[in-house]
C-alpha cells in the first residue's frame, strides 16, 4: 500500500476545515501534515490536537502556508477567494496538488488559477459531494431532453453564516442546464428579483437563494412547464460528504499530470 498521503488543512478552525480534520482521522489512507489558519488567529503555534479538544498531534497550527507546504502531498482548501489564490501559488511553487472547495470566486477569481493548474494537479468544485455531481450531469441531461417551455429555476437553501450567493454548487447545476441547452449561463442568468421586474424572460435560467440557521446545503432544479414541474432534488445532511469527497479528490491526484480538474473528473463522471 502507499504511504498515507500527507495532506495539508487550510481555514482549520472552520466547519469544513474541522470536518476534514475528522475524516482523515478515520482514514488509514491520509495524514494531517500541515495545519493552516490566517495570521493573527489565536491557534497560530498551539497542537492542533489541543484545540479541537482532545490529544496533541504533533501538528502546530502555522500561518505559514510555504512552510506547511514543504513535503506535502497534496492541500485541501476550504477558505475565502482571496487565500485560494495565494493558496494556489503557493501550491504551484511547491508542485503540491491543490484541491479546492472555496465558492464564491469571480471569473476574474477562477481565470487567476489557470496558471497554476498547468504547474501542478488542481482539482475545483463547489460541491464535493457524489451526490449533487450526479445531480450535475442529470441536469445535464433533463435540460437537453426539455425545450423552453420548461422554465428552469434553481433555489438553493444554506444556514446563516454562508456569505456569498448563489453558491457554488447552484453555479454549477445552473452550468449544467446551460450546457445541457446549448447555450452560455452568463447569457441567460437571471439572478436576484425584486420589485417590479416584468415577466419572466423564456429561456433564462433563474436563481434564488434562502439562508436559515444550520441548513447545511439543499438544491433543487426545477423545470416548470404549464400543467406540470419537474424538481431535481439534492440534500446534504452532513458535512462530512464534502469531506469524504474532498480527501478522495486528494488520494486521485497522487501521480496525474499537472491540469485543471473538477469532481466528475474525480469521480469517473466525465462525459466530455
Ligand atoms: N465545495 C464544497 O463541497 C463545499 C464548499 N464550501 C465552501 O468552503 C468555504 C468555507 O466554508 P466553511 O468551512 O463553511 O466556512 P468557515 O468560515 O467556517 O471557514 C473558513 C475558514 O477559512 C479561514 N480563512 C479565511 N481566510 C484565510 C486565510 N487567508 N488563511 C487561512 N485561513 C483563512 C477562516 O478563518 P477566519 O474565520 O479567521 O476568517 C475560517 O477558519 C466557503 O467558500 C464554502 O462555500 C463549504 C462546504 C462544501
Ligand atoms: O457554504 C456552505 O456551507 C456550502 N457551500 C457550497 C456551495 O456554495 O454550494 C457547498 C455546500 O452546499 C455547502
Redesign the pocket.
Same mark, same amino acid.
Do not use: I, L, P, Y
Given at each position: 500500500m502507499d504511504q498515507p498521503l500527507k495532506t495539508v488543512i487550510?481555514?482549520?478552525? @472552520?466547519? *469544513?476545515?474541522r470536518m476534514l480534520v475528522a475524516t482523515i482521522a478515520d482514514s488509514d489512507r491520509t495524514v494531517v501534515s500541515a495545519a493552516?489558519?490566517?495570521?493573527g488567529?489565536d491557534w497560530i503555534g498551539r497542537d492542533l490536537g489541543e484545540v479541537l479538544g482532545g490529544a496533541p498531534t504533533g501538528v502546530t497550527v502555522t500561518?505559514d502556508i510555504a512552510l506547511a507546504l514543504q513535503g506535502a502531498d497534496a492541500v485541501i482548501d476550504?477558505?475565502?477567494p482571496?487565500?485560494t489564490i495565494?493558496f494556489a501559488r503557493a501550491a504551484a511553487e511547491a508542485g503540491v496538488a491543490h484541491v479546492i472547495?472555496?465558492?464564491?470566486m469571480t471569473t476574474d477569481d477562477i481565470a487567476q488559477l489557470s496558471g497554476p493548474a498547468e504547474r501542478t494537479v488542481l482539482v475545483r468544485? @463547489?460541491? *464535493?459531494?457524489l451526490g449533487v455531481n450526479l445531480l450535475v450531469q442529470l441536469t445535464r441531461r433533463v435540460a437537453a431532453a426539455l425545450d423552453e417551455d420548461y422554465d428552469i429555476e434553481i433555489i438553493e437553501s444554506h444556514h446563516n453564516?454562508?456569505?456569498?450567493a448563489p453558491?457554488?454548487?447552484a453555479l454549477m447545476l445552473g452550468e449544467a442546464a446551460a450546457a445541457g441547452r446549448g447555450v452560455a449561463l452568463e447569457d441567460v442568468s437571471d439572478r436576484g428579483r425584486d420589485g417590479i421586474t416584468g415577466a419572466r424572460t423564456r429561456g433564462d435560467i433563474g436563481f434564488a437563494a434562502i439562508r436559515g440557521g444550520d441548513i447545511v446545503?439543499e438544491h433543487d432544479v426545477m423545470f416548470a412547464a404549464t400543467g406540470e414541474r419537474i424538481t431535481l432534488r439534492h440534500v446534504a445532511s452532513d458535512?462530512s460528504v464534502?469531506a469524504r469527497?474532498?480527501v478522495k479528490a486528494a488520494l486521485w491526484s497522487r501521480g496525474k499530470p499537472p491540469g485543471a480538474y473538477d469532481m466528475l473528473d474525480v469521480l469517473g463522471l466525465s462525459e466530455d
Open positions: 487550510t481555514g482549520v478552525s @472552520g466547519r *469544513m476545515g493552516v489558519e490566517r495570521a488567529h500561518d476550504f477558505t475565502a482571496a487565500a495565494a472547495g472555496t465558492t464564491g468544485a @463547489g460541491n *464535493m459531494s453564516q454562508k456569505v456569498d453558491s457554488g454548487t446545503g458535512r464534502f469527497g474532498a
